[in-house]
């Protein structure tokens, strides 16, 4: 008989094809799923990293950004940055805003005493690019002694404009209330909210003073003819002594790029998981509707239609669902961004508008295509080169493999999909080993499947029938044992992977908030009047904990023989080698750390540079005891001799530092101090009125504001990891059903032939329900392993959290996981009991 034309084969295909995808719902739901989830994925990816890009200048607030601490630039450095092109000069630092007209401290309202801000001074050439917005006014540098001031400081004191505010030893009038700061996200995280004067307005204040904790920005936007990376690399290699930090228009935010890159890992590793996942449910789906065809096939080869006709016929079906989930989780896809965007508030470091991004679209598409026919290939190369009489007996024979033919257009499609994979990731390699580790996880319950198989077969056959009957199912012929191991595998270990992934995450987020934390940070104390202080807090709570500490700024230029400036990339979790880092000074082990490693110096020590290092740091540099650790400190090189190691609990909420110096060396540098003080929460008030009345120039600290801020940041965060990683517990869940649609056939068969054997209804439902119960109490060891190395992976190696996952949390999560899919096992076995063995004997 000759091959059907293109034109027949639809028209089969068309009248076969229920209107409501009877049959193929779970290959539709599976492509969606995987698509939606790798379209969203690339398309907020993409309109983050194009937001950062396209508004690289305005974020950095110039080309280049040269910003160094405590200090300002020299004259002839000013100078030479002014050769390069406009320049544009600020210094931010942490102050205490006053209202004026709160005499002895009686606020307006419900208005605190006194709030922490992030006060800015600008000249008259800021912003060098994109505009400082006001609400009802339009932007211009103020006067010395006017201000402008951000809504949530505006909000917090109850002040509007025309109200005083008073910063230092200065008062200022509100000019406007600012309605967007256009370098705000390059400017990094931030204590409070943020006000702005001109820079004679903020030296008018008297809070610059030798020792301050400021920083100094140095923007400039360059002439023509120059490149900005090329400026930034040549100015880094000629002022690598000097401690200053650098950066360029193409990386101006280089916290908010750091936390693309690790959740654009994690949200890679959610939609590889995804789409892997969706191909086992397009597979089941498959396999399940061509077995609900089984009598339609057989019944075309007998009158004559080729393997060729039968695979062109059943691939339309498929392709036609399949090409309408693909369209529909692109469109989910692209509209989701928005929605993220709006869901993760502060947690995304911009919020870029709605705007579809073709490549991610189209990559999405493609792998969805590439899925779905390597997943349909192995169902239907059986269906059609089977003949028309194993088809007809093919709910207890289940032999039949594939063709070279179609094992060739698997391998290339397999092929194709890697190559894809791997082209479009970030991060190639990473996307390498997820797909190797993914792999290897299906490989592994693929061969606890045949082990299943092969000890079910030679195990004794128990006793009671029930139990017989469950352990038959695991190796008769037509078993699905394999496939329902791998469903139930993954599902699982899915569960157990969010539960780690959960209960570390909130660990995580309950110690940002220790046992014990103090209740004030004090910072820009005067060095020479440490004793009035003390005096104030005494005066103030007797019974305070006060620990006083001097702090300075460094930046390590090299440790060993290596300099800093050489590295063509830090070590990895060497956070503490970009840019400067809180240095101090003692005499004796500071509180919050424990010696390790060394000795102490004498308290009256003097001699050669020596310094306390962190274990941590050392051990990710390479360096111990006796090695040498160069520091910039104030632009002077210091090249210190380890003598120490320490653990450094950085969970007291204290002052700890990484470097720690004898006072010999660092004592007569300009400096502040700082202070923790830990008392009754009622005291609190008070003593910021009173130390603000002493000491005009310190910021006082609220602790339990900044654990807020904290908190609700790391719980949004939280809240975008988990309900990422639920798209893949769906997507699990979803194979699940479709092992159990897939061995519908046959377990109508058993259904069937025991009912007429005098079987109950409950006896079968039974004996399906001690054969989940079974394979769910093997996999659990196995899940439990697989789903923890797999959360541990997310939490160290991706976010850099600490692994501390509730151990009762995640067996509860097991158990309840094993039972919800037992029950969608009994629920699935539920329509069968209604089947009539005659009417069913007369269908096969």
Same mark, same amino acid.
């Given at each position: 008989?000759?091959?059907?034309?293109?034109?027949?084969?639809?028209r089969?295909a068309?009248?076969?094809?229920?209107?409501?995808?009877?049959?193929?719902?779970?290959?539709?739901?599976?492509?969606?799923?995987?698509?939606?989830?790798?379209?969203?994925?690339?398309?907020?990816?993409?309109?983050?990293?194009?937001?950062?890009?396209?508004? /690289?200048?305005?974020?950095?607030?110039?080309?280049?950004?040269?910003?160094?601490?405590?200090?300002?630039?020299?004259?002839?450095?000013?100078?030479?940055?002014?050769?390069?092109?406009?320049? %544009?000069?600020?210094?931010?630092?942490?102050?205490?805003?006053?209202?004026?007209d709160?005499?002895?401290?009686?606020?307006?309202?419900?208005?605190?005493?006194?709030?922490?801000?992030?006060?800015?001074?600008?000249?008259?050439?800021?912003?060098?690019?994109?505009?400082?917005?006001?609400?009802?006014?339009?932007?211009?540098?103020?006067?010395?002694?006017?201000?402008?001031?951000?809504?949530?400081?505006?909000?917090?004191?109850?002040?509007?404009?025309?109200?005083?505010?008073?910063?230092?030893?200065?008062?200022?009038?509100i000019?406007?209330?600012?309605?967007?700061?256009?370098?705000?996200?390059?400017?990094?995280?931030?204590?409070?909210?943020?006000?702005?004067?001109?820079?004679?307005?903020?030296?008018?204040?008297?809070?610059?003073?030798?020792? %301050?904790?400021?920083?100094?920005?140095?923007?400039?936007?360059?002439?023509?003819?120059?490149?900005?990376?090329?400026?930034?690399?040549?100015?880094?290699?000629?002022?690598?002594?000097?401690?200053?930090?650098?950066?360029?228009?193409?990386?101006?935010?280089?916290g908010?790029n750091?936390?693309?890159?690790?959740?654009?890992?994690?949200?890679?590793?959610?939609?590889?998981?995804?789409?892997?996942?969706?191909?086992?449910?397009?597979?089941?789906?498959?396999?399940?509707?061509?077995?609900?065809?089984?009598?339609?096939?057989?019944?075309?080869?007998?009158?004559?239609?080729?393997?060729?006709?039968?695979?062109?016929?059943?691939?339309?079906?498929?392709?036609?669902?399949?090409?309408?989930?693909?369209?529909?989780?692109?469109?989910?896809?692209?509209?989701?961004?928005?929605?993220?965007?709006?869901?993760?508030g502060?947690?995304?470091?911009?919020?870029?508008?709605?705007?579809?991004?073709?490549?991610?679209?189209?990559?999405?598409?493609?792998?969805?295509?590439?899925?779905?026919?390597?997943?349909?290939?192995?169902?239907?190369?059986?269906?059609?080169?089977?003949?028309?009489?194993?088809?007809f007996?093919?709910?207890?024979?289940?032999?039949?493999?594939?063709?070279?033919?179609?094992?060739?257009?698997?391998?290339?499609?397999?092929?194709?999909?890697?190559?894809?994979?791997?082209?479009?990731?970030?991060?190639?390699?990473?996307?390498?080993?997820?797909?190797?580790?993914?792999?290897?996880?299906?490989?592994?319950?693929?061969?606890?499947?045949?082990?299943?198989?092969?000890?079910?077969?030679?195990?004794?056959?128990?006793?009671?029938?029930?139990?017989?009957?469950?352990?038959?199912?695991?190796?008769?012929?037509?078993?699905?044992?394999?496939?329902?191991?791998?469903a139930?595998?993954?599902?699982?270990?899915?569960?157990?992977?969010?539960?780690?992934?959960?209960?570390?995450?909130?660990?995580?987020?309950?110690?940002?908030?220790?046992?014990?934390?103090?209740?004030?940070?004090?910072?820009?104390?005067?060095?020479?009047?440490?004793?009035?202080?003390?005096?104030?807090?005494?005066?103030?709570?007797?019974?305070a904990?006060?620990?006083?500490?001097?702090?300075?700024?460094?930046?390590?230029?090299?440790y060993?023989?290596?300099?800093?400036?050489?590295?063509?990339?830090?070590p990895?979790?060497?956070?503490?080698?970009?840019?400067?880092?809180?240095?101090?000074?003692?005499?004796?082990?500071?509180?919050?750390?424990?010696?390790?490693?060394?000795?102490?110096?004498?308290?009256?020590y003097?001699?050669?540079?020596?310094?306390?290092?962190?274990?941590?740091?050392? /051990?990710?540099?390479?360096?111990?005891?006796?090695?040498?650790?160069?520091?910039?400190?104030?632009?002077?090189?210091?090249?210190?001799?380890?003598? %120490?190691?320490?653990?450094?609990?950085?969970?007291?909420?204290?002052f700890?530092?990484?470097?720690?110096?004898?006072?010999?060396?660092?004592?007569?540098?300009?400096?502040?101090?700082?202070?923790?003080?830990?008392?009754?929460?009622?005291?609190?008030?008070?003593?910021?009125?009173?130390?603000?009345?002493?000491?005009?120039?310190?910021?006082?600290i609220?602790? /339990?504001?900044?654990?807020?801020?904290?908190?609700?940041?790391?719980?949004?965060?939280?809240?975008?990891?988990?309900?990422?990683?639920?798209?893949?517990?769906?997507?699990?869940?979803?194979?699940?059903?479709?092992a159990?649609?897939?061995?519908?056939?046959?377990?109508?068969?058993?259904?069937?032939?025991?009912?007429?054997?005098?079987?109950?209804?409950?006896?079968?439902?039974?004996?399906?329900?001690?054969?989940?119960?079974?394979?769910?109490?093997?996999?659990?060891?196995?899940?439990?392993?697989?789903?923890?190395?797999?959360?541990?992976?997310?939490?160290?190696?991706?976010?850099?959290?600490?692994?501390?996952?509730?151990?009762?949390?995640?067996?509860?999560?097991?158990?309840?996981?094993a039972?919800?899919?037992?029950?969608?096992?009994?629920?699935?076995?539920?329509p069968?009991?209604?089947?009539?063995?005659?009417?069913?004997?007369?269908?096969?």
């Amino acid at each position: 008989m000759n091959a059907l034309d293109w034109r027949t084969v639809w028209r089969i295909a068309r009248r076969d094809l229920h209107l409501g995808f009877r049959g193929l719902r779970l290959l539709f739901l599976c492509l969606f799923l995987g698509v939606a989830t790798l379209a969203a994925i690339g398309s907020l990816t993409a309109a983050i990293t194009q937001e950062l890009s396209d508004r /690289g200048r305005t974020l950095l607030g110039g080309d280049v950004e040269i910003a160094m601490t405590q200090r300002e630039a020299r004259l002839g450095d000013k100078e030479a940055f002014r050769q390069l092109g406009t320049l %544009s000069e600020t210094i931010r630092l942490r102050a205490m805003a006053q209202r004026v007209d709160q005499g002895a401290g009686q606020g307006r309202g419900n208005a605190p005493p006194a709030i922490l801000t992030e006060l800015k001074g600008v000249d008259a050439a800021y912003p060098l690019y994109g505009e400082l917005t006001l609400r009802n006014a339009r932007y211009s540098l103020p006067d010395p002694d006017h201000i402008l001031i951000g809504q949530a400081l505006a909000e917090r004191l109850e002040v509007q404009p025309g109200d005083r505010l008073h910063y230092g030893s200065a008062d200022f009038t509100i000019t406007a209330i600012m309605a967007d700061e256009p370098d705000r996200l390059g400017e990094g995280f931030t204590l409070g909210p943020v006000a702005i004067v001109s820079m004679d307005g903020l030296r008018r204040s008297g809070l610059i003073q030798p020792g %301050s904790l400021y920083s100094s920005k140095y923007r400039i936007r360059i002439n023509p003819g120059f490149d900005a990376a090329t400026v930034r690399s040549d100015m880094e290699k000629a002022h690598a002594s000097d401690g200053w930090t650098f950066k360029d228009r193409d990386r101006a935010a280089p916290g908010a790029n750091r936390f693309i890159e690790r959740m654009g890992q994690f949200l890679s590793l959610i939609g590889l998981a995804a789409l892997v996942i969706a191909g086992i449910g397009v597979s089941n789906g498959v396999a399940s509707y061509l077995a609900g065809k089984r009598g339609g096939i057989a019944t075309l080869k007998v009158l004559g239609a080729t393997s060729a006709d039968i695979g062109r016929i059943y691939r339309m079906q498929v392709g036609v669902v399949a090409l309408m989930g693909i369209v529909a989780g692109l469109f989910v896809g692209a509209l989701l961004p928005p929605l993220i965007v709006a869901l993760a508030g502060d947690v995304l470091p911009v919020s870029p508008g709605f705007r579809l991004h073709p490549l991610p679209l189209a990559t999405s598409a493609a792998y969805g295509l590439l899925i779905a026919f390597l997943s349909t290939f192995p169902p239907l190369g059986r269906a059609r080169t089977q003949p028309a009489a194993a088809i007809f007996r093919g709910v207890v024979d289940m032999r039949g493999g594939l063709d070279r033919h179609s094992l060739i257009a698997m391998g290339g499609a397999g092929g194709l999909l890697i190559a894809l994979t791997l082209l479009t990731a970030r991060e190639p390699l990473f996307s390498a080993a997820v797909l190797g580790a993914t792999a290897a996880v299906l490989l592994l319950l693929l061969a606890l499947g045949w082990a299943v198989r092969r000890l079910a077969l030679i195990a004794p056959r128990p006793r009671r029938p029930l139990l017989r009957l469950a352990l038959a199912n695991l190796h008769r012929p037509g078993a699905q044992a394999a496939a329902l191991i791998v469903a139930l595998g993954l599902a699982l270990t899915l569960f157990v992977t969010l539960a780690g992934i959960q209960t570390s995450l909130d660990r995580e987020i309950r110690n940002v908030v220790p046992a014990k934390a103090p209740n004030q940070f004090v910072l820009d104390i005067p060095s020479v009047e440490v004793d009035r202080f003390r005096a104030i807090v005494r005066q103030q709570a007797p019974k305070a904990e006060l620990n006083i500490v001097p702090a300075l700024r460094g930046t390590i230029v090299a440790y060993g023989d290596q300099r800093v400036a050489d590295l063509t990339q830090l070590p990895e979790g060497a956070w503490f080698l970009r840019g400067e880092r809180g240095v101090t000074y003692s005499a004796g082990l500071p509180e919050g750390s424990d010696l390790t490693a060394g000795r102490w110096w004498r308290p009256d020590y003097v001699g050669p540079p020596l310094v306390s290092l962190d274990e941590e740091a050392a /051990g990710i540099m390479g360096v111990g005891i006796g090695d040498t650790l160069t520091v910039s400190i104030l632009g002077r090189e210091i090249a210190a001799r380890i003598a %120490s190691l320490r653990k450094v609990n950085w969970d007291t909420m204290g002052f700890n530092y990484i470097l720690v110096f004898p006072p010999n060396i660092l004592s007569s540098a300009p400096h502040s101090m700082t202070a923790t003080i830990t008392m009754d929460a009622r005291h609190d008030a008070a003593m910021t009125r009173a130390l603000l009345a002493a000491f005009p120039g310190v910021s006082v600290i609220a602790v /339990g504001d900044v654990i807020d801020q904290v908190g609700t940041i790391m719980t949004q965060m939280s809240r975008a990891i988990v309900a990422a990683a639920s798209v893949a517990i769906l997507a699990g869940i979803a194979v699940l059903v479709g092992a159990i649609a897939a061995s519908r056939a046959s377990r109508s068969y058993d259904s069937v032939v025991l009912k007429t054997l005098g079987a109950t209804r409950w006896q079968i439902l039974g004996g399906q329900a001690i054969e989940y119960g079974l394979l769910a109490a093997m996999l659990a060891l196995v899940a439990l392993a697989l789903g923890l190395t797999a959360a541990w992976f997310v939490i160290v190696r991706i976010f850099e959290f600490q692994w501390s996952p509730d151990w009762l949390v995640i067996l509860v999560t097991l158990g309840g996981g094993a039972l919800l899919t037992l029950g969608i096992g009994l629920a699935g076995a539920i329509p069968l009991m209604s089947i009539r063995p005659a009417r069913a004997l007369r269908q096969l």
